[in-house]
T-cell receptor, first 111, second 115 residues
Framework: QKEVEQNSGPLSVPEGAIASLNCTYS??????FFWYRQYSGKSPELIMS????GDKEDGRFTAQLNKASQYVSLLIRDSQPSDSATYLC???????????FGAGTRLFVKA | GAVVSQHPSRVICKSGTSVKIECRSL??????MFWYRQFPKQSLMLMAT?????????EQGVEKDKFLINHASLTLSTLTVTSAHPEDSSFYIC???????????FGSGTQLSVL
């Protein structure tokens, strides 16, 4: 069974700080990697996607991918209370037809 | 971006009744849709992959006779929870993608409460 592992948290950071969320995956054949944000009682929404090694920045968000280490992370700069949510790491399996989700990391940003 | 509409958003029903949840892709054709279930404070668990014009593929441990999936058109997939019981109470979410290795577009979810 291919797996995606995340620290469930909760991760608590003060407002304005950098939040760092980590994820490892087991399927070496995976080609794309996604971070979704989910507020309580709502469905997930896409935050970032990354396909190649290195960093990808979008506003306050930076995704980092290291395929050799099978590791993907999400950095949130200048964290805001509205960033408080569960962040899901998602990795389509080899073949790309099925997306495996991590358990999610709960982030709390304290005002 | 692509839009996936899910209805209803909330259902409260008596034990033993059946509940149908609809998932529609509004501005694209989805040959494949996915149904997830999520219990409180837990992650998304894939229940089944819905394929247009063919039988759904169920994940291990998911009862296909209890969770009936129909994907009769390229824009509509339905999940019917048959003879629902309190343990079926959960948040059900559908999703679709534009292709392999692509991001998922999620419906807004259905909160099912079985009394």
């Amino acid at each position: 069974q291919k797996e995606v592992e995340q620290n469930s948290g909760p991760l608590s950071v003060p407002e304005g700080a950098i939040a760092s969320l980590n994820c490892t995956y087991s399927d070496r054949g995976s080609q794309s990697f996604f971070w979704y944000r989910q507020y309580s009682g709502k469905s997930p929404e896409l935050i970032m996607s990354i396909y190649s090694n290195g960093d990808k920045e979008d506003g306050r968000f930076t995704a980092q991918l290291n395929k050799a280490s099978q590791y993907v992370s999400l950095l949130i700069r200048d964290s805001q209370p509205s960033d408080s949510a569960t962040y899901l790491c998602a990795v389509p399996n080899t073949g790309g037809f099925k997306t495996i989700f991590g358990a999610g990391t709960r982030l709390f940003v304290k005002a | 971006g692509a839009v996936v509409s899910q209805h209803p958003s909330r259902v409260i029903c008596k034990s033993g009744t059946s509940v149908k949840i609809e998932c529609r892709s509004l501005d694209f054709q989805a040959t494949t849709m996915f149904w997830y279930r999520q219990f409180p404070k837990q992650s998304l668990m894939l229940m089944a992959t819905s394929n247009e014009g063919s039988k759904a593929t169920y994940e291990q441990g998911v009862e296909k006779d209890k969770f009936l999936i129909n994907h009769a058109s390229l824009t509509l997939s339905t999940l019917t929870v048959t003879s629902a019981h309190p343990e079926d109470s959960s948040f059900y979410i559908c999703s679709a993608s534009l292709g392999r290795n692509e991001k998922l577009f999620f419906g807004s979810g259905t909160q099912l409460s079985v009394l």
